[in-house]
């Protein structure tokens, strides 16, 4: 299995049966191959539609029916389509239970930056911000460190926040941290990570308590 | 009855430079690309538009802004279009940027009379700047007001004659919400079917919404 | 016809092909039987109906279709049902063409007092204050005075005000205002109706501008 | 999948003295009559009632309030039953009494994630005072504040098995609304159908709001 795929894996065990669920672009996508036995859950995306099945053959593409990502997707029994600002109504009133995001960067305090690089061409924020303050449970997927080396947890975000409440959880190919009131605690490496590698790679303090 | 159904020249012909538009569609999903390409052709400028994407490098809305025809444009996510970013760096183009929700949130306002409305999104970042806020059950709100628009272009899957829409999957996205918030609403269809063939309890927006409707595919 | 459906039939005159027209109680619902020929109009109820229909016949009353005040209707071709929260946002985002509504008291600007008299247990405002701020237009009819010969067009309404928006039309059984920037004027008086009469029984200023 | 069929006594025990229950309905259109009268028969008491009326003399929810179990009542229009009048003139019934749209926009603000909304309605009346209000557009707008509840009871017509919810004629009024914006959501319903039997497109009431679904005339 490969490092994305071992994250997502892990997020996928922190869903419960029944639960609603947003992913996000890039690994979280990944949440929905890695569900344990007996656990069902409703994928929301805010394009509007809950129950989002596989991508489907090409053969059997729908241009009307895709995810947030613009991606083809299925729909599964039991689903429905609603309109936008209904399915932001449902993420802004608490009705999705977890959603699962990237970032560019989690900070001390655990609240994430994920939706600007300033100075690049990119415009956009999308539902990023209404995840952030509406879902029940966020947890955030994302790899370590940047390509170029740099941490990804750190004290202070350099790029602008998405909101100023922390997420609940950061999984990463090192570790997994539980945001706490005091802020960042270490509570799981993955397997091969070392503490020391941990610290080595974040720049963020963070408490330790490993099971 | 009324006469809504109307051929594309006709129905773009109503809008005129300077005037803001809402265009339904989630990135090209959902989106009226028949009216935009007949707005293309008639050559109105100066827009502002309200769109949550301004479409795709040389696709839809694209074509129009390529053209240096709007002036504005408001929405959530232009990052699937690097045209935006690049003439808003330029300074060819205003942009104002909302969170998703609020973008909807406000369309929505403005077509139900709500003056304006309180969300946690964007409250304590970039975007919340400058936005006035309010406490609200221990946690901070940012005011965000209402969103209108001369003339809504939209795109739904039926119409009956009396103007009942209703939509395909996710192809129905920003489109019945901007429906409500526009003075003109023009709605490109696949299909127009008489008054009465349309069940009653799944018309997903009501006639009273649309002023024109467009087949799809009819004469240019 | 009697003096109800007189000032029905009078209101009916203002409305033109296309309407969607809300309907209070009383007089108001007479409304519909009086449309000129070639006029359609889409009768809007509260409750969640755009395009009511007449009243059935007893052997077909469905009890889940009823108007806004719980009588049972039926539906046109063409007709949508929709949540309440809907309906509203229709109402107050001035997607309602005209609201005729009966009214205690209206004042010398043309304000309506229509849903609270102090004192009495009656306790109720329904959707009156959302329909004078958000139809269109709003025309108010309803007798001149009221049963013991009190005038309803008064200086300052004794009552509590709907709205602070003024009306656009008064249809008693004596006369028509227009309401103006100046406040009431009187265009019309209705047959047999004399201004000396209607000066008589109206305790507000208005001005006179009979065709 | 989560078993979301349970008997009304199950469903109604969730109800505690002291809460605050939306109740949908028209008058008694649309009003979950069976769950109401399961509630009366359970003995709660203290309750705060979130309803456009609340019954009629003798029928629904009345039944609780004759019965002294109501504390406070919020609503728009009591003027069909007397006896809510009665109550609150000899002071045994609190009573909060707010324009119909003003009302159900509180509700759906409640269940949206909206802390509060600027609406026309009420701005220079009694029911206005002491409200906070802002100039809009050169027009005065009062604040209102989003609504929630504990539990809400809700009557729709046809459910699947996960909860999907769709309603029938004017019964369909609150009901919708009010199952976005409680804690613990119940519906009493006429049918309940396997999942994939309704179309996706016209559900009214996706899963996600809904926790329990009581088959009318179910055994008690």
Same mark, same amino acid.
């Not at chain 2, 975007?127 to 609200?136: D, F, M, N, Q, Y």
């Not at chain 2, 299909?191 to 240019?220: K, S």
């Given at each position: 299995?490969?490092?994305?795929?071992?994250?997502?894996?892990?997020?996928?065990?922190?869903?419960?049966?029944?639960?609603?669920?947003?992913?996000?672009?890039?690994?979280?996508?990944?949440?929905?191959?890695?569900?344990?036995?007996?656990?069902?859950?409703?994928?929301?995306?805010?394009?509007?539609?809950?129950?989002?099945?596989?991508?489907?053959?090409?053969?059997?593409?729908?241009?009307?029916?895709?995810?947030?990502?613009?991606?083809?997707?299925?729909?599964?029994?039991?689903?429905?389509?609603?309109?936008?600002?209904?399915?932001?109504?449902? =993420?802004?009133?608490?009705?999705?239970?977890?959603? =699962?995001?990237?970032? @560019?960067?989690?900070?001390?305090?655990?609240?994430?930056?994920?939706?600007?690089?300033?100075?690049?061409?990119?415009?956009?924020?999308?539902?990023?911000?209404?995840?952030?303050?509406?879902?029940?449970?966020?947890?955030?997927?994302?790899?370590?460190?940047?390509?170029?080396?740099?941490?990804?947890?750190?004290?202070?975000?350099?790029?602008?926040?998405?909101?100023?409440?922390?997420?609940? @959880?950061?999984?990463?190919?090192?570790?997994?941290?539980?945001?706490?009131?005091?802020?960042?605690?270490?509570?799981?490496?993955?397997?091969?990570?070392?503490?020391?590698?941990?610290?080595?790679?974040?720049?963020?303090?963070?408490?330790?308590?490993?099971? | 009855?009324?006469?809504?159904?109307?051929?594309?020249?006709?129905?773009?012909?109503?809008?005129?430079?300077?005037?803001?538009?809402?265009?339904?569609?989630?990135?090209?999903?959902?989106?009226?690309?028949?009216?935009?390409?007949?707005?293309?052709?008639?050559?109105?400028?100066?827009?502002?538009?309200?769109?949550?994407?301004?479409?795709?490098?040389?696709?839809?809305?694209?074509?129009?802004?390529?053209?240096?025809?709007?002036?504005?444009?408001?929405?959530?996510?232009?990052?699937?279009?690097?045209?935006?970013?690049?003439?808003?760096?330029?300074?060819?183009?205003?942009?104002?940027?909302?969170?998703?929700?609020?973008?909807?949130?406000?369309?929505?306002?403005?077509?139900?009379?709500?003056?304006?409305?309180?969300?946690?999104?964007?409250?304590?970042?970039?975007?919340?700047?400058?936005?006035?806020?309010?406490?609200?059950?221990?946690?901070?709100?940012?005011?965000?007001?209402?969103?209108?628009?001369?003339?809504?272009?939209?795109?739904?899957?039926?119409?009956?004659?009396?103007?009942?829409?209703?939509?395909?999957?996710?192809?129905?996205?920003?489109?019945?919400?901007?429906?409500?918030?526009?003075?003109?609403?023009?709605?490109?269809?696949?299909?127009?079917?008489?008054?009465?063939?349309?069940?009653?309890?799944?018309?997903?927006?009501?006639?009273?919404?649309?002023?024109?409707?467009?087949?799809?595919?009819?004469?240019?």
């Amino acid at each position: 299995m490969d490092i994305k795929h071992r994250i997502a894996a892990r997020a996928a065990q922190e869903l419960r049966d029944g639960d609603v669920v947003n992913l996000g672009i890039g690994i979280p996508t990944l949440v929905a191959d890695h569900l344990p036995p007996g656990v069902d859950v409703y994928l929301h995306t805010e394009n509007g539609l809950l129950g989002v099945g596989p991508a489907p053959e090409e053969w059997a593409v729908d241009p009307d029916l895709v995810n947030a990502s613009k991606r083809p997707v299925t729909q599964t029994p039991g689903c429905s389509y609603f309109a936008s600002d209904q399915s932001f109504a449902m =993420i802004r009133g608490g009705h999705v239970d977890v959603a =699962i995001l990237g970032a @560019l960067q989690v900070d001390a305090q655990g609240r994430v930056a994920n939706w600007s690089v300033p100075g690049e061409t990119v415009l956009g924020v999308g539902g990023a911000m209404d995840l952030l303050v509406g879902a029940r449970r966020v947890i955030v997927t994302m790899s370590h460190i940047t390509r170029d080396g740099q941490p990804k947890i750190v004290q202070n975000c350099s790029l602008p926040l998405t909101a100023d409440r922390p997420v609940d @959880l950061v999984i990463t190919d090192l570790a997994v941290f539980r945001v706490m009131e005091t802020g960042l605690v270490l509570t799981e490496l993955m397997p091969g990570a070392t503490l020391e590698q941990v610290r080595r790679r974040t720049a963020a303090q963070f408490e330790v308590q490993l099971a | 009855m009324k006469e809504k159904v109307v051929s594309k020249p006709e129905a773009i012909a109503h809008i005129r430079d300077g005037m803001s538009i809402m265009v339904g569609g989630f990135g090209l999903v959902g989106a009226p690309l028949e009216l935009i390409d007949e707005l293309f052709r008639q050559g109105q400028r100066d827009l502002t538009v309200i769109s949550n994407n301004v479409g795709e490098p040389g696709k839809g809305l694209s074509r129009l802004l390529e053209a240096g025809r709007i002036r504005k444009a408001i929405g959530s996510y232009f990052t699937s279009n690097p045209v935006v970013g690049e003439h808003a760096l330029a300074g060819k183009l205003e942009v104002e940027l909302m969170p998703q929700g609020t973008f909807t949130e406000a369309i929505r306002a403005g077509g139900a009379g709500i003056g304006g409305f309180y969300t946690r999104a964007s409250a304590g970042t970039q975007l919340g700047v400058g936005k006035e806020t309010k406490v609200i059950g221990g946690q901070t709100y940012v005011l965000e007001y209402a969103l209108t628009a001369d003339v809504a272009l939209i795109r739904a899957h039926k119409a009956d004659r009396l103007g009942n829409l209703v939509y395909r999957k996710t192809a129905r996205n920003f489109n019945p919400v901007m429906a409500t918030a526009a003075k003109l609403v023009i709605a490109e269809v696949d299909e127009i079917v008489e008054v009465g063939e349309m069940d009653p309890e799944v018309i997903v927006t009501p006639h009273l919404y649309v002023d024109f409707i467009v087949q799809r595919g009819g004469v240019a």
